[in-house]
């Protein structure tokens, strides 16, 4: 069971000890470099585990002190809850503040607003005489930044702020603050207060008690009372309510978080489902996922159980909902979108979310929607836009205060929309995350606060260390790649395009882990042979030689001597050969059956695809659009790629499986995808060759009328319909015969397809991927 603690307030991590400073000098020297190397690797990976078992949230001294205030039930001349007095005492930051330290320097209000608090509830005891003197200096020296808009408010800071200083004049604490400054602010706060009011804002005021005072109209704060006792798991404003009513499931909420905590709170709990799930969520950006299968999982288990028994934690914060809807989906657990309508565009606008305009929780709903696919769930995916064009337009200058206060954030807000799931190659990805991660974990919701399990040094070094090791074996295949092209000759055929590095790219970003080493290198081998094969369809060969090609594949002798027509049917069909008979080996031992034939019928199913296209071309053919996508999603060429993979990554995978409806789907599905997208980002260059695409023939068959613009509007829509097919088919657990290793290829080969044609055809067009390429294959990290 996860368990929490509370890390007081500085919860940085320092890095581990270097090894020689961990072992006595002569253990030290014993070990090579290698052997160091592995061992801190594992000394991580075992830090990080476990940070399952046990979620660290930061103290909070704002919420302390609001627990502090509270009187005791048999008397209110005495403090109910004692211990957190003493907390504040024992706990006065040496410039005389109170909060998280190292203050951020566009967090000083938040500093002042804890401070504050603190120094009411020390008046309130008449304790603490000398803190409270330091305190008040701490208030007067920083108080300019009150109105300095570059500082990040904490959430109700101008109702919350000038309402502890009407308490605090009343309590007759001795403020060193000017009549004119304090009546600007209790000015500004009744100003806000007067705004019309909706769903989403009373929310918001009840969010903010503890600063209304008198004002507020407590009734209304306890239609938000939840189920644990707390109001929004705020200890705060749960503690406010406590002292303005006396609530017993207020009382119940506040005294088990003392006893939970010993003398401090959070400023948030429950919250470890939320930090668990960003915690899991941060692994897999960073592409470390994989060494931590079995903590997820268990993870997940209790995330899934959960979320079937209604559990409030979830349910009750959109953050903690869309993270879980999202995970749990992408992991094949079936849940169902129906939470998420709550935070449709309508919702949300009225919402306590939308009332902030957090874009935290926008971003996480984005990310969310991307896995609303199902047919049933149409109207939802519409009402979800919303978030796509609420994070573009906000964040589409540069200049929002969640910017200034991180640029962290927004860079992935900026990575989130350019590159959405369907357009994000794994690795790729990966590097981004590690290059923009941040490991000050700094929050704010009413105050500051950090979670160790979100935002960590450890997650940072093991990626560097992983990436790093993972590319420097795909740098020796990738040189090993380029001899057999040599070897096999491949070289000399001038018509072809020589595009070894984007074949092992796409390999290498979509199947990084160092056991994949086969799969990488058939999956590039098969994407150089087909590209040759292509351009030998289309340009560079004769009749006859295309003919020859067919007719040596279908025959299939491994070992003889065959008739070639000439040396270019030689070349590419010796190398075919070689790939399929080291294909035959290398599966024989990750299946230990043979697949040879399966293997065969892939190219041989390509090969007189393309052949039909040669053969519509020369007698000038106009295809049906039926016609041609039925041969089209074969001559796109992906087969040979991809299916011959499923054999070397790690499951077994019958002859029923390969055979199954679901297996071609599958591939049909990747394939039509690959074939439309390919056809919108050539048509021009292809119209002027005067081959066939499915943008032409559209408008063809569609009438005069139909302009290109058009044809391609129709297209992208059928492609993104093949797309969520296909998505679903992948995360689909239920009657699925194919393992899920296996599905994952197909939409791994999809969203290399649509990076690849992003911006163009990044392909043929020199350079376009070169970036890409090194950052993936040859340029290391180094923080």
């Not at 969010?207 to 200890?235: A, C, H, I, T």
């Not at 009750?316 to 849940?335: K, N, P, Q, W």
């Not at 299916?643 to 390969?658: D, H």
Request: hydrophobic content about 40%; aromatic content about 10%.
């Amino acid at each position: 069971m996860t368990m929490m603690s509370l890390s007081h307030p500085n919860c940085s991590r320092h890095s581990s000890l270097p090894i020689s400073a961990a072992l006595p000098k002569s253990k030290s020297e014993l070990l090579t470099e290698t052997d160091a190397t592995i061992l801190c690797f594992q000394e991580t990976k075992e830090r990080i585990k476990k940070m399952f078992d046990k979620t660290e949230l930061s103290v909070s001294a704002y919420d302390t002190a609001w627990v502090a205030m509270v009187s005791s039930p048999n008397s209110r001349q005495a403090p109910c809850f004692p211990e957190c007095v003493n907390w504040l005492l024992d706990n006065q930051l040496s410039d005389g503040s109170w909060g998280l330290p190292p203050h951020h320097p566009l967090l000083v209000k938040d500093a002042l607003s804890s401070t504050l608090a603190c120094l009411l509830a020390l008046k309130r005891w008449g304790l603490g005489e000398q803190q409270m003197t330091k305190g008040l200096q701490f208030i007067e020296s920083n108080f300019t930044s009150i109105n300095d808009e570059e500082q990040h408010a904490p959430i109700g800071f101008n109702i919350i702020f000038p309402g502890m200083i009407e308490t605090a004049m009343d309590m007759n604490l001795n403020l060193p603050l000017r009549w004119e400054d304090i009546n600007v602010m209790l000015h500004n706060r009744d100003l806000e207060l007067r705004r019309n009011n909706f769903e989403g804002r009373e929310a918001y005021l009840a969010y903010v008690s503890e600063g209304m005072g008198k004002l507020q109209d407590w009734e209304m704060v306890m239609k938000y009372q939840r189920k644990n006792g707390s109001l929004f798991n705020s200890p705060s404003t749960t503690a406010a309510a406590l002292s303005h009513l006396g609530n017993a499931g207020c009382y119940h909420y506040i005294h088990s978080l003392v006893a939970k905590f010993g003398n401090a709170v959070p400023t948030v709990y429950p919250s470890d489902k939320y930090a668990l799930l960003c915690m899991i969520g941060s692994l897999e950006r960073l592409g470390i996922d994989r060494h931590f299968s079995k903590e997820i999982r268990d993870v997940l288990e209790e995330t899934y159980r959960c979320w079937l028994q209604g559990d409030e934690e979830i349910f009750s914060d959109a953050d903690t909902c869309a993270m879980a809807f999202r995970i749990l989906r992408v992991h094949g657990y079936e849940v169902s979108s129906d939470p998420l309508t709550q935070y449709a565009e309508h919702h949300f606008s009225h919402s306590f979310g939308g009332h902030l305009k957090d874009f935290g929780t926008a971003l996480e709903l984005f990310k969310a929607s991307q896995f609303v696919i199902f047919p049933e769930e149409s109207g939802l995916e519409k009402q979800m836009s919303w978030t796509n064009q609420f994070l573009t337009q906000e964040f589409s200058n540069g200049t929002t205060r969640a910017d200034r206060f991180s640029k962290y954030f927004s860079i992935e807000v900026h990575d989130t929309l350019k590159f959405p799931f369907h357009a994000n190659v794994e690795r790729l990805a990966h590097r981004r995350n590690i290059e923009h991660h941040h490991v000050d974990n700094t929050r704010i919701f009413k105050t500051s606060y950090c979670f160790s399990n979100i935002s960590n040094a450890d997650f940072l070094q093991l990626a560097v260390e992983d990436f790093n090791s993972c590319q420097s074996i795909h740098h020796e295949e990738l040189k090993h790649l380029e001899r057999w092209v040599v070897e096999s000759r491949l070289d000399r055929l001038k018509f072809a395009r020589q595009k070894m590095a984007y074949c092992y790219f796409s390999a290498a970003g979509t199947s990084f882990s160092p056991e994949l080493s086969d799969a990488r290198i058939s999956w590039a081998k098969n994407s150089v042979l087909t590209t040759v094969v292509d351009d030998f369809f289309d340009i560079g060969g004769s009749e006859e030689e295309l003919a020859n090609l067919v007719h040596l594949l279908e025959k299939w002798d491994a070992n003889g001597s065959p008739h070639y027509c000439s040396e270019q049917v030689e070349i590419i069909f010796s190398a075919l050969r070689n790939t399929i008979c080291e294909i035959r080996d290398k599966a024989l031992a990750w299946q230990g059956r043979s697949v040879t034939h399966h293997v065969i019928e892939i190219w041989l199913d390509l090969l007189k695809s393309m052949l039909r296209e040669a053969e519509w071309a020369r007698n000038k053919v106009v295809p049906t659009l039926d016609e041609y996508v039925e041969n089209g999603y074969v001559s796109m060429a992906l087969g040979p790629i991809v299916l011959p993979v499923v054999y070397l990554i790690g499951p077994k995978v019958s002859e029923e499986v390969v055979r199954s409806p679901e297996f071609h789907n599958l591939f049909k599905l990747m394939s039509t995808c690959g074939r439309l997208i390919n056809d919108t980002r050539t048509f021009k260059r292809e119209y002027e060759d005067g081959k066939l695409n499915f943008v032409l023939l559209h408008m063809i068959h569609s009438g005069s009328g139909t302009t290109e613009e058009e044809a391609v509007e129709k297209i992208r829509g059928l492609i993104a319909d093949g797309r969520r097919e296909l998505l679903r088919l992948v995360l689909q657990e239920k009657d699925s015969v194919v393992p899920r290793a296996c599905k994952d290829l197909f939409w791994k080969m999809v969203q290399v397809l649509h990076l690849f044609y992003m911006d163009g055809d990044g392909f043929s067009s020199p350079n376009m991927m070169l970036n890409a390429v090194n950052d993936l294959i040859r340029e290391p990290i180094s923080l």
